[in-house]
């Protein structure tokens, strides 16, 4: 069964410094998502993409946030310079259309700010 | 605002047992969806169940099944015949349109 593939599974970076995580999702998918996690609380959205731009973000997801879909499979999240409260389970999503249908969930990356 | 609201961060249940974990959400929408979705631990979320907020009748999946309230903002998971495999956190989640509004999680153990 095809799935959302996400690396690194674990990334350890120095306040100050930039990160790119990677989404691989499902392929005839046409939209996607980022969402975090901090530990022991709730998923939250970040962004939404669809048709090469974002079409919905987050009051979290701001200047020091940036998504990309490169090429036709991967989609990354770029955090500009990370801070330590940035330190959470970051997930990636897709979707093959933008309806109520269920959006597929990657394993996640887990990134650690110091 | 739109929130969701699991009010029991722990559950537990004897095997081959039943159990319901709680849910509410806040909403001025009328259309709209709701889920529960499961996170074994280490992995990824995958979807236990769906509801459409149009449909009256409440979703059934297996040993899963929901009691949607409309009026009351309520959505509530049923797991009947409970397995080891159940144990997990489970997470309640809303979507109007685009994007997931999720609450804090219950998370679910089961006694041998």
């Known amino acids: 069964e095809p799935e959302v593939t996400q690396t690194p599974s674990h990334q350890v970076t120095q306040m100050g410094q930039e990160v790119i995580l990677r989404c691989v999702p499902i392929?005839?998918?046409?939209?996607f998502y980022w969402y975090r996690q901090i530990l022991g609380q709730k998923v939250e959205f970040l962004v939404s993409f669809y048709n090469n731009e974002i079409s919905e973000k987050s009051e979290i997801f701001d200047d020091q946030f940036s998504v990309e879909r490169p090429d036709g499979s991967n989609f990354t999240l770029k955090i500009r310079s990370t801070k330590l409260e940035d330190s959470a389970m970051y997930f990636c999503?897709?979707?093959?259309?933008?309806?109520?249908?269920?959006?597929?969930f990657g394993p996640g990356t887990r990134l650690t700010v110091t | 605002a739109q929130t969701v609201t699991q009010s029991q961060p722990e559950m537990s249940v004897q095997e081959a047992e039943t159990v319901t974990l709680s849910c509410t959400y806040d909403?001025?929408?009328?259309?709209?969806?709701l889920f529960w979705y499961k996170q074994p631990p280490s992995r990824q979320m995958i979807l236990v169940i769906r509801?459409?907020?149009?449909?009256?009748q409440n979703a059934t999946e297996n040993r899963f099944s929901v009691n949607f309230q409309k009026a009351a903002k309520s959505f509530s998971l049923k797991i009947s015949d409970s397995q080891l495999g159940d144990a997990a956190m489970y997470f309640c989640a809303y979507r109007p349109r685009n994007q997931f509004y999720f609450g804090t999680g219950t998370s679910l153990t089961v006694i041998p």
């Open positions: 392929s005839n998918h046409l939209y």
């Open positions: 909403t001025s929408e009328s259309d709209y969806y």
């Open positions: 509801q459409e907020a149009y449909k009256q």
């Open positions: 999503a897709s979707e093959v259309d933008g309806s109520s249908y269920e959006q597929y």
